[in-house]
Structure formats: structure tokens, C-alpha cells
């Protein structure tokens, strides 16, 4: 969980507004979103990510935090900010159309995912397929481009099945629930790091899911996680009920228990209107879990999370399909980015303890309170 006191709030915000003149000097080349990704020298993996990070932070700088809304222990702060016309399906919307197809295997860390249709086709990090042999979630989010097959890295969230219950996949309309995402994210950065692929902690999701399950009174004689989510349907949709999206709305900022846990915001209004569901759900695991009590965080702390996203330094790795994907690290935070087009689609940071302090050459380009868009 995320927690500042009022003199790191202070000496980070310093940082943040004093690292805008560094990064300006240093030359950051444009981004422009209208380029061809293929027409684009490509970086090496882990390579220094100066216009991902100037993507990522122009984009995070554009939003603005809304009134939060508190249920049962869980709160939403919306964000808006730049939002355009999504030039690529989702992934339930590509499946529904028959566009796309993800096969098994037979490993459990990969699936073949073949886009038949016109349209690249976003999948999102945590997003769940159920059925074939065993239910996965993503690793990493990723942008499929039409007429091509990708490898994506999965993890399994069903650790007794190793049978086919259908010949393929189909979307399950959840995610993985936050808290394992948080834990997933940082492993797959840490192996994009050290091996140059994007696995997970594969016994880290199955523990966190059983745990998970345990704590919602979900029993499954095969360890999956969609039985927490059957189990607690109807109080997850009351969740959706009440935290519901506003106009405009890229993103959010949740919290449990009065803690920030993380945030995701996307390129498009639109696109988060798809996916608000299933997002709010899997942070309302977290606050069904923890008994749903506690006081909402207060518009500073949300803040100075958000600040730390900024502040954040990172690396640039290969995405298996269209774009790079960011990976990001930072003080109290962890996350990641997919950039297609010179632009964030989807980005995903969470808080973390014992992180360490953004140094002054990896501050992000803030303008000074006042100006900045977060406000």
C-alpha cells in the first residue's frame, strides 16, 4: 500500500518540479503518434526508454483527478484527460467477432494468439481466458496487429486442471484481482530484465489465488480463480453499480481500506467504459477480502501516488506485437506501460513498500504545482 507522510509528500514533489528543467536539457526527441511502428528503429531490450518515458509522463501529466467515490472500503478516484477514438478492438469484442483465436499450447506459460480480423486487438495485463486446458490471465498487456500470430505470455490461475475442458479459449470477463496483479507486474519486469521474457511468478499466482479464494469463501475442487468471482457475484456488482464511470473518464486511481493500491488509465474514455467493470471488480476482491472497512484517502496522498508514477524510471522492452512495452520502477511504485504509436494505451501502476527513491535523472517533466494537469 501506498503511504506518505507530509514531509515526503513535500521533498517528492520538490524532486518532481526541480527534474522538469533536467529532463528538458536533456533533448528528449519528439513523439509523434502518427508514425508507422515498423518505420521506427527498434530499441534494444532494457535499452533507456527517453521517449516511452516522455509518452508515459506527458500523458500522466494531461490527467485530472475527479471526486472519489467510497464503497464498502472501496474507493474510486476517476481520472480524465486526453481521450481519442480507439483504432483497435478489445479483447471480448474481438473474440465475440470471431476476429480472434488463442490457442493452447501445451505449455502453461504460452498462448498462440492469432488476429483474423481488420483490426489490432488490445489485451490488457491480467485480462482472464477460461476454458482449453487450464484458465490463464496475461502477463503483460499487448497490442495484436491484424493478420498476424503472436506467442503471449500467460500465467495459470487454475493450478488443479490440466485437461481440456473446451477446444479453445473464451473471455471471462475478469481480471486478476489487484493485488496479484501488483506481485505479477514486478515479476514479469524482473524477468524481462534478467532473461528477456515476460514470465511471471507462476507459484506466486497459484499461492495468491488460493489465498485469495480462502478469504471470499470461494471453493474450487481445481484451484481457479473465477470461482472468487461466481462466489461474490452479486457483491461485485454492486461495486460496479455504485462506483460508476463519469464523463470523459480515461482511468482511475483505487484504494482499499484508505490505501491507494493503483491505477490504470488508457488512451480512451471509450476504452475504459469497456473495461470498467471487470477493473473495479478486481480491486473490490481486495476490499471483500479485508472486511470492506476503512476511511477514503485523502486527495494529497492520491496525489503524491500519482507524482511517484511520474517520478518513476524505467526500461523498454519488445512487446510481442504492435509497440514497446515500458516497464516501470520507482519510489513506493511499480508498473508498466504498453506504447503503440508513440503513445500510452494502457498503463498499470501500483504501489509497493520498500522501493527505491526516484534519483533527480529519472524525475518526470512536471511543470510546477498549479499548472501541471493533475490538480
Not at 508514477?309 to 510481442?320: D, N
Request: aromatic content about 6%.
Amino acid at each position: 500500500m501506498f503511504r506518505t507522510d507530509g514531509r515526503q509528500a513535500a521533498m517528492l514533489a520538490f524532486a518532481v518540479v526541480a527534474a522538469a528543467f533536467v529532463v528538458c536539457a536533456g533533448g528528449a526527441p519528439p513523439v509523434s503518434g502518427q508514425g508507422r511502428e515498423a518505420d521506427r528503429p527498434q530499441q534494444k531490450p532494457g535499452s533507456p526508454p527517453v521517449a516511452e518515458l516522455k509518452a508515459f509522463r506527458d500523458a500522466l501529466r494531461a490527467l485530472q483527478a475527479g471526486q472519489p467515490v467510497t464503497f464498502r472500503g472501496l474507493t474510486m478516484f476517476p481520472l480524465t484527460g486526453r481521450s481519442r477514438t480507439p483504432f483497435y478492438a478489445t479483447l471480448d469484442e474481438a473474440l465475440a467477432a470471431k476476429d480472434l483465436e488463442i490457442r493452447d499450447t501445451g505449455r502453461v506459460e504460452d498462448v498462440e494468439v492469432v488476429n483474423r480480423g481488420r483490426r489490432p486487438v488490445l489485451i490488457v495485463d491480467g485480462e482472464q481466458i477460461v476454458g482449453a486446458k487450464q484458465n490463464r490471465v496475461f502477463n503483460s498487456s499487448l497490442m495484436v496487429p491484424p493478420g498476424r500470430t503472436v506467442v503471449a505470455k500467460v500465467s495459470c490461475v487454475e493450478q488443479g486442471r490440466w485437461s481440456a475442458a473446451s477446444e479453445g479459449f473464451r473471455p471471462a470477463g475478469t481480471q486478476l484481482f489487484a493485488r496479484a496483479r501488483q506481485t505479477n507486474i514486478a515479476a514479469v519486469s524482473d524477468s524481462l530484465r534478467t532473461a528477456g521474457s515476460a514470465r511471471g511468478d507462476q507459484h506466486r499466482v497459484w499461492a495468491e489465488v488460493a489465498e485469495k479464494n480462502a478469504a471470499v469463501g470461494a471453493a474450487s475442487a481445481t484451484g481457479a480463480m473465477q470461482a472468487a468471482y461466481e462466489t461474490r457475484r452479486s457483491d461485485l456488482e454492486e461495486f460496479v453499480r455504485r462506483l460508476r464511470p463519469v464523463k470523459g473518464q480515461v482511468g482511475a486511481v483505487f484504494a482499499v481500506g484508505g490505501e491507494v493500491v493503483g491505477m490504470d488509465f488508457f488512451d480512451s474514455a471509450e476504452t475504459f467504459g469497456k473495461l470498467h467493470a471487470r477493473l473495479v471488480k478486481s480491486y473490490a476482491l481486495e476490499a471483500l477480502s479485508s472486511g470492506g472497512a476503512g476511511r477514503a484517502p485523502s486527495r494529497s496522498e492520491v496525489l503524491a501516488f500519482i507524482a511517484a508514477a511520474g517520478a518513476a524510471g524505467g526500461e523498454v522492452f519488445p512487446s510481442p506485437g504492435e509497440g514497446s512495452d515500458l516497464r516501470l520502477s520507482g519510489w513506493k511504485v511499480a508498473g508498466a506501460s504498453l506504447i503503440v504509436r508513440g503513445l500510452p494505451v494502457h498503463s498499470a501502476v501500483f504501489a509497493r513498500e520498500g522501493s527505491r527513491p526516484a534519483s533527480s535523472g529519472d524525475a518526470p517533466p512536471l511543470a510546477p504545482p498549479g499548472r501541471r494537469g493533475i490538480r
